[in-house]
């Protein structure tokens, strides 16, 4: 039975790299992902970024490139579709960094683990604004203002999320009666917890991933399983295919 977004008032989506996987970006966990390389996921540390920051990025710069080179999909094209067709508030929260949501016309977005386009200094005293960057450094580049290592403006395993982010997806989850959890593998927390919130203020929550979750432990009441690319045209009224 397809959803019809214009029964709900305040729609929660939460997207993971699922949702690029057919654009040609990796996953993170599963079968080619990025930290099933040999030491890539210990590069995405706080620890890397104080002991080797030139190797964090050689990471980041290399997917800054990865990046660059690919379009968003059928599946960023229907959620940009169903924000704009929505009756109600839409809030797209995304644990990626690949900003596609946004080339793809999403406008209320919030991400969660910041952005590899940009660039920011790592002195949280700082007066630096965040800056769009596209530059894979060789060496680690400085600060203009305060001459303290730059970096890409990415959360790393170990620090806190960002503030603004925090905050805006707790607001939206709050009142929310429509969560959708999109290609991701529920894994890194705070995102992984969203489900549960949404269940307890009584919102309906809806799983569309290429794997199930465990039918038991889950707490997702619907869950259609493929690639969101394909799904996501079809399941969501008004229709979303382009
Ligand atoms: P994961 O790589 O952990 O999970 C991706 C999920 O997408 C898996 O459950 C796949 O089955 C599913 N999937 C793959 N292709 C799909 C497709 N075409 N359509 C639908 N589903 C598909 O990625 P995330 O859950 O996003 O954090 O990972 C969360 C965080 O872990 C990332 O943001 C990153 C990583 O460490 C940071 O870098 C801070």
Same mark, same amino acid.
């Given at each position: 039975?397809?959803?019809? $977004?214009?029964?709900?008032?305040?729609?929660?989506?939460?997207?993971?790299?699922? &949702?690029?996987?057919?654009?040609?970006?990796?996953?993170?966990?599963?079968?080619?992902?990025?930290?099933?390389?040999?030491?890539?996921?210990?590069?995405?540390?706080?620890?890397?970024?104080?002991?080797?920051?030139?190797?964090?990025?050689? $990471?980041?710069? +290399?997917?800054? +490139?990865?990046?660059?080179?690919?379009?968003?999909?059928?599946?960023?094209?229907?959620?940009?579709?169903?924000?704009?067709?929505?009756?109600?508030?839409?809030?797209?929260?995304?644990?990626?960094?690949?900003?596609?949501?946004?080339?793809?016309?999403?406008?209320?977005?919030?991400?969660?683990?910041?952005?590899?386009?940009?660039?920011?200094?790592?002195?949280?005293?700082?007066?630096?604004?965040?800056?769009?960057?596209?530059?894979?450094?060789?060496?680690?580049?400085?600060?203009?203002?305060?001459?303290?290592?730059?970096?890409?403006?990415?959360?790393?395993?170990?620090?806190?999320?960002? &503030?603004?982010?925090?905050?805006?997806?707790?607001?939206?989850?709050?009142?929310?009666?429509?969560?959708?959890?999109?290609?991701? !593998?529920?894994?890194?927390?705070?995102? !992984?917890?969203?489900?549960? !919130?949404?269940?307890?203020?009584?919102?309906?929550?809806?799983?569309?991933?290429?794997?199930?979750?465990?039918?038991?432990?889950?707490?997702?009441?619907?869950?259609?399983?493929?690639?969101?690319?394909?799904?996501?045209?079809?399941?969501?009224?008004?229709?979303?295919?382009?």
């Amino acid at each position: 039975m397809p959803i019809d $977004l214009r029964s709900y008032d305040h729609i929660v989506v939460l997207t993971g790299a699922g &949702v690029s996987a057919s654009s040609g970006l990796p996953t993170y966990r599963g079968p080619g992902g990025l930290w099933e390389k040999e030491g890539l996921s210990d590069l995405a540390t706080s620890e890397a970024w104080q002991e080797r920051p030139q190797d964090v990025w050689k $990471l980041f710069g +290399g997917l800054r +490139g990865q990046v660059r080179e690919v379009e968003p999909n059928a599946a960023h094209l229907a959620l940009a579709r169903m924000e704009a067709l929505a009756d109600g508030a839409f809030t797209l929260v995304t644990q990626n960094v690949d900003g596609l949501h946004q080339r793809a016309g999403s406008v209320n977005v919030v991400e969660l683990h910041g952005n590899i386009h940009q660039t920011r200094c790592s002195s949280t005293d700082c007066k630096l604004e965040v800056f769009t960057d596209e530059l894979a450094y060789e060496e680690v580049p400085v600060c203009s203002l305060c001459s303290a290592k730059l970096r890409p403006d990415i959360v790393l395993f170990g620090e806190a999320l960002p &503030v603004l982010g925090d905050h805006l997806a707790t607001r939206a989850l709050r009142d929310c009666d429509l969560f959708i959890a999109i290609g991701t !593998s529920g894994t890194v927390s705070p995102a !992984s917890r969203f489900v549960r !919130s949404a269940e307890y203020v009584g919102a309906h929550t809806v799983l569309v991933n290429l794997e199930a979750m465990d039918e038991g432990g889950s707490a997702f009441k619907e869950q259609f399983i493929g690639k969101a690319d394909e799904l996501l045209p079809e399941i969501f009224l008004p229709a979303t295919a382009t």
